[in-house]
């Protein structure tokens, strides 16, 4: 590249980012005038517990998640792919989990975790950038009244759900995008998407400061447990705007783009399945019943859905695959992520004997119908499946089938009861379609910055070529 060449793209990715960047710098100011409440509130709060018990469980719960994601998530990717480009696809969610773990401590986790001031409703402040004042002797309240973890694990466990999500993305439009195109987009996209969805639906002042004011979608009582709407809808969302954005891949239906090994996919679909006892488990923040609860779930609505995709394919195809049996796993394990915690073990496996056809037929029937590529059916999986799991939840909790019921903290003893499935679902179907609305335009927004100031796609040379030698030089196998 020519240094004048190179010049003018640096001119214009700085002139972009300084546009993106202002209003940032407008959250500071409202950050810095609620910084004295703030502090009055703090001082004002109950003596907190922290329990070595809650904390051990926190700490393997967020290596967990570190698992889902790499490996995880990477082998059941890579697996997905042909073989020409098993190793971009590690190489992209590799990088994704180091460089978003830098985000979240410089300013993610203050944006995600603060009071926002004026714009509290969408968004945090800079109170907390650079983990400002979290040091040994912070901490974050739980869901019971007085008791706590240690606000530096918090910041741990909550950093790889900001790791996983974007890393999610990259399976909608695997096989055609830059490598720089792909790192620029999460850089942007965690900045105005995922920090500011994360505060929406799970901020607020904790059990001792319930009155205080919370994100938007939290206001509306919708219920997410461990982020449907947060990780799955939200991902889902931007891999279809993403892979529409960038077009088919070259050969698409014309080629054979079959998985090139469905041994490392069966392996990232146990380790997504593994992890993911840490991903919903450990939402409960404490080593209780509830967290007993969202392991059960974990385990059974994941089974039925399994089963449920399987039967489906049998049907179908006259033949059930383990391609069919990891996606089902996965559709469960998505579906089950917002109710985990407040369904009961039998609405769980319900929720889970329907997702697995809901989703193949948005995987088999509608994408084609459409024709959109979507590479690793990360819509037709994680989207579809986090709005079923989402409308879901708020029919499950209901005590009457089974469910936990929804604490209601007015009350002294913390009484759990429930609205009505009207109100509820209503509630639920507002904070889905704030996260498609949210997730939706933003991405396609970021999408389009990212075109202009580098270009998304690889050339068709470099498609066919294989992105492993094309972007890396180096290939994931040798002959």
Same mark, same amino acid.
């Given at each position: ?176 995008? %830059? ?73 698409? %239906? ?12 069966? !392996? ?179 999408? %389009? ?8 796609? !690889? ?21």
């Amino acid at each position: 590249m020519s240094i004048s060449k190179f010049s003018s793209t640096y001119a214009r990715l700085a002139a972009a980012s300084a546009a993106l960047l202002a209003p940032i710098a407008a959250f500071a100011q409202d950050a810095a005038t609620t910084a004295a409440p703030a502090a009055a509130a703090a001082a004002a709060a109950p003596a907190m517990t922290v329990d070595k018990g809650d904390n051990t469980w926190m700490l393997i719960s967020t290596v967990l998640v570190l698992l889902m994601t790499i490996p995880g998530l990477a082998l059941f990717y890579g697996g997905l792919v042909r073989a020409k480009n098993m190793l971009s696809v590690l190489m992209q969610v590799f990088m994704i989990t180091a460089v978003v773990m830098i985000i979240w401590v410089t300013y993610g986790y203050s944006l995600a975790f603060t009071d926002g001031g004026s714009l509290n409703s969408f968004v945090g402040g800079f109170s907390k950038a650079f983990l400002a004042g979290v040091d040994t002797t912070t901490v974050s309240e739980t869901f019971t009244k007085g008791v706590a973890i240690p606000e530096l694990t918090f910041v741990c466990f909550q950093m790889t759900f900001a790791c996983i999500t974007p890393a999610l993305i990259v399976g909608a439009f695997a096989e055609r995008i %830059k490598f720089s195109a792909v790192m620029l987009f999460v850089i942007l996209w965690v900045t105005f998407v995922y920090f500011p969805m994360a505060h929406m639906v799970w901020f607020w002042g904790g059990p001792s400061s319930y009155t205080s004011p919370s994100g938007l979608i939290f206001s509306y009582g919708a219920l997410d447990f461990a982020g449907g709407t947060v990780v799955h809808i939200n991902a889902g969302m931007a891999g279809l705007i993403g892979a529409i954005m960038l077009g088919k891949r070259t050969g698409y %239906k014309k080629e054979i783009m079959a998985p090139h090994s469905m041994t490392l996919t069966m !392996v990232g679909a146990s380790l997504l399945w593994v992890g993911w006892f840490g991903f919903n488990a450990g939402s409960n923040l404490e080593a209780n019943a509830y967290a007993s609860l969202a392991m059960i779930n974990t385990f059974v609505a994941t089974a039925a859905a399994a089963v449920s995709w399987c039967l489906v394919e049998n049907f179908a195809r006259g033949k059930a695959s383990m391609l069919g049996a990891a996606s089902g796993a996965v559709a469960g394990l998505v579906a089950v992520t917002p109710a985990c915690g407040f369904a009961g073990p039998m609405g769980s496996i319900v929720l889970g004997l329907i997702v697995s056809p809901v989703c193949y037929f948005f995987v088999d029937v509608v994408k084609n119908k459409f024709n959109y590529d979507d590479s690793l059916d990360v819509f037709g999986v994680h989207c579809i499946g986090g709005i079923l799991g989402a409308i879901g939840t708020g029919i499950l909790v209901n005590p009457a089938l089974g469910g936990a019921g929804i604490v209601d903290y007015s009350t002294a003893d913390f009484a759990a009861g429930y609205p009505g499935t009207a109100t509820q679902v209503l509630a639920q179907l507002k904070g889905v379609l704030t996260t498609i609305v949210w997730s939706g335009v933003g991405s396609a927004i970021l999408y %389009k910055i990212v075109d202009v100031v580098i270009g998304l796609r !690889v050339s068709v040379e470099a498609e066919r070529e294989g992105l492993d030698l094309a972007t890396h030089g180096e290939a994931a196998y040798h002959s």
